[in-house]
């Protein structure tokens, strides 16, 4: 008799963005699928909804468990009752301007979390012999003001306690896989967006504002520095770039993105014209409290050694992503809440 086996993977974060898109992608793949979610007083899985099942049904392939990543002992369990073939670490104090102004907190939930994450890994296989694949969520905000385009041999130049953080994490990843031979890998993802960014991160900031402005719920939007360059993706693409990491013959890191920068000014025009309002001076105030205490300036990825070894390159251009999360926006009746 022939016996499917069905690979298990643990994702955190798996309630944010990008676990949500990575959770679609695994269980389209066949996988069983578990994520870790931070107990809150107020439900936080909306990203996730549409994959629950009633815990009773038979061959349920989704499943949550609460946890958190200040928490090692509960990592560890975790990884002893799942099982998993495979670990995605994208949790994380994500926001870099909060960053400054709750450090220790960031450094406690990204740098070392994802040390005790690896730890638990250790224990596991020095204790039953089994592998466990790792996947580490890493940051174009780690090469700061290091001149573009930036690949896997530019230095860092980390510029804000997030990006130091995920330097730590960066290094630890590296570590590990060198000193205990755990198949483990950082994914340096440029920044990627869609309809399921964070409302307080500018991209998504600029397209739900326009929408509210659209709706005459709104008379502005209020932003920091418009000169700031970033290549921006499309989110669910870096997630199946995230994938064919893990399933290479031998781990390796990789820088992942568009290849092509952008301003915020150059995204506000083009989400402006998209929406058909503007000109979009009339809509939006600079705001000194968001401005970093020191920025990052441009951030353009080199992709090509994963275009060469992974066979990736985005396909979403700026103005088709814009254009998604605009639409996305404009329909959306909790954005159009007054």
């Known amino acids: ?16 963005q990008d676990g949500s898109y990575l959770a679609e992608f695994l269980l389209a793949k066949g996988y069983e699928v578990h994520g870790i979610n931070r107990r809150s007083s107020t ?14 049904t038979k061959g349920l392939k989704f499943n949550l468990h609460y ?17 998993p073939d495979e670990i995605y670490n ?54 700061g003001s290091a001149p573009p385009p930036q690949n896997e041999k530019t230095p860092f130049h980390p510029r804000s306690p997030y990006a130091c953080a995920k330097v730590f994490a960066f290094h630890t990843t590296v570590n590990y896989r060198e000193a205990y031979n755990i198949f483990a890998v950082n994914g340096i ?32 939007i209020y932003l920091g520095n418009l000169e700031a360059r970033r290549d921006w993706g499309y989110a669910p693409e ?3 770039v995230a994938y064919l990491m893990m399933q290479q013959p031998k781990p390796e890191d990789f820088v992942i993105g568009t290849g092509v920068s952008h301003s915020v000014k150059d995204f506000l025009e083009i989400a402006f014209r998209e929406a058909g309002i503007g000109p979009w001076q009339d809509y939006v105030e600079i705001d000194q409290r968001y401005f970093r205490p020191s920025e990052v300036d441009d951030i353009v990825a080199d992709s090509s050694k994963a275009k060469k070894i992974l066979g990736w390159q985005s396909k979403t251009s700026l103005e088709e992503l814009i254009k998604i999360m605009i639409q996305a926006d404009l329909n959306n009746p909790v954005v159009l809440q007054r």
């Open 1 to 16: 008799m022939l016996y499917f086996y069905m690979k298990k993977a643990l994702i955190t974060g798996i309630t944010g």
């Open 43 to 56: 439900f936080n899985t909306e990203r996730v909804d549409h994959l629950f099942r009633d815990i009773h």
């Open 67 to 83: 946890g958190d990543l200040a928490d090692a002992n509960t990592i560890r369990k975790l990884i002893y009752h799942i099982q």
């Open 90 to 143: 994208l949790a994380a104090q994500s926001h870099v301007m909060v960053s400054f102004q709750i450090p220790e907190y960031t450094a406690n939930i990204v740098a070392l979390g994802t040390l005790r994450i690896l730890e638990a890994i250790k224990d596991w296989q020095d204790n039953k012999g089994k592998p466990i694949k790792f996947y580490q969520a890493s940051s174009s905000e780690m090469f």
């Open 189 to 220: 993802l440029f920044n990627h967006e869609s309809p399921r960014r964070g409302e307080t991160f500018v991209t998504r900031k600029i397209t739900r504002g326009i929408a509210r402005i659209k709706a005459g719920l709104d008379k502005k």
């Open 238 to 240: 870096y997630m199946e």
